[in-house]
């Protein structure tokens, strides 16, 4: 069984920062693409940023140059560097894998159970 496991949400004053870590574990292939997206109650869940196996990135326009995602492929963890963090960037947070099982099977997307993170004003 594939299994994601936050770790790093929290409290923090508007201005602060976090880091929030995300390892893989069980069973796969390959890792094609891991992110985080958040979400509040009553809203859609909605991408924060995204980084491929090659390194690609990308960033809700909300979070540009603030956050920074990062990845360790030895370790099979993604992380997401937090800065400048604000009221409104206050959600619980949910880490995404999208992975093959197989060589050459399809591809499967597994979450994480999600970290709250909040800024106070």
């Known amino acids: 069984q594939v299994q994601l496991v936050e770790s790093g949400g929290g409290l923090v004053q508007a201005g602060g920062s976090l880091r929030l870590s995300c390892a893989v574990s069980?069973?796969?292939?390959?890792?094609?693409?891991m992110g985080w997206y958040r979400q509040s109650p009553g809203n859609q869940r909605e991408l924060v940023a995204v980084?491929?196996?090659?390194?690609?990135?990308n960033y809700a326009d909300s979070v540009k140059g603030r956050f920074t995602i990062s990845s360790d492929n030895a370790k099979k963890t993604v992380y997401l560097q937090m800065n400048s963090l604000k009221p409104e960037d206050t959600d619980v947070y949910y880490c995404?894998?999208?992975?093959?099982?197989?060589?050459?099977?399809?591809?499967?997307?597994?979450w994480g159970q999600g970290t709250q993170v909040t800024a106070s004003s």
């Open positions: 995404q894998s999208l992975l093959t099982r197989s060589y050459g099977g399809p591809q499967y997307q597994y």
């Open positions: 980084i491929t196996s090659g390194g690609t990135t």
């Open positions: 069980g069973s796969f292939n390959s890792i094609n693409r």
